[in-house]
DNA sequence: TGCCGTTATAGTTTTTGAAACATAACGGAG
DNA sequence: CTCCGTTATGTTTCAAAAACTATAACGGCA
């Protein structure tokens, strides 16, 4: 198998933001926003995750049906074949996502590195 | 259906704390550990959490498989049927992760609320 | 007009994780 | 010496998630 990017890597936490019952904002949606920002395309942005185009679109429609206006818009066809790119609001999410994450690791680094010395020896 | 636990009611946040590639603590670990603690059996922890024993009991076999001593004990038997508490380990592995996800929530609580709002006509 | 990479969907299959079911043993109490 | 609730495990079933496959349409461009 092909080497593919683990999910959001030198990151010891795993963070899932519940707006409510039925939405949620996890790193597999938060990096492919990521994704999509820097590629200009769903396609290559999931690619990139080693997801397919399928879970990756299916991903931005939940993504975009969270909100009253989404936050990746999409054209077919022209030169590349097509394109997406994050709204205003799309890149507003995932700052607030990575703000998130970032000040959840800061508050954690000291008990992630008392559990990680608790560990030690048994690292198998 | 029976009304079930929902996993740590409150909170609109999950964590997920990686050891490293083979080790991960989550809520529910977290939650089934808080359960023994107060009841004194891997079998009533878990009922109240809506698992099975099998579950919570391979839950448990998999947390005493993380480190070099166990984070719980357990004994057959006896005027209970048996029985199973946490170790000082145990106690302290449950305490940093509350720690984490109360100090992650405090950190995040500000975007939370901005993300909220900015979903709210979308109830749906 | 035909090509290319992408968006947009539908349908099917495969994989994986969870649940369900089934037993055995343990040890104190009645 | 039987009963009870629990620990401890193996096996089987099922459902949900993910992966795979298949099309169609779009619109610059050569």
Same mark, same amino acid.
């Given at each position: 198998? +092909? @080497?593919?990017?683990? @999910? ?8 899932? +933001? ?18 999509? *920002? /820097?590629? #200009? ?5 999931? &690619? &990139? ?5 399928? !879970?990756?679109?299916?991903? %931005? ?10 936050? %990746?818009?999409?054209?077919?066809? #022209? @030169? ?7 709204? !205003?609001?799309?890149?507003? %999410?995932?700052? !607030?996502? !990575? ?7 800061? /508050?954690? /680094? @000291?008990?992630? *590195?008392?559990? &990680? ?8």
């Amino acid at each position: 198998m +092909v @080497k593919k990017l683990t @999910k959001t890597p030198g990151s010891a936490l795993r963070l899932r +933001v519940h707006l409510d019952a039925e939405a949620f904002l996890g790193p597999g949606k938060a990096d492919l926003l990521e994704g999509i *920002a /820097a590629t #200009g395309s769903i396609a290559a942005g999931g &690619r &990139r995750l080693g997801m397919s185009y399928k !879970r990756a679109w299916l991903l %931005v429609e939940t993504l975009n049906g969270y909100f009253a206006e989404p936050l %990746v818009t999409a054209a077919t066809g #022209g @030169k590349a074949g097509g394109g997406a790119q994050l709204t !205003r609001l799309g890149q507003e %999410v995932l700052a !607030r996502y !990575r703000a998130m994450l970032a000040a959840s690791e800061a /508050a954690c /680094a @000291k008990d992630i *590195a008392a559990l &990680r010395k608790l560990r030690a020896k048994k690292t198998r």
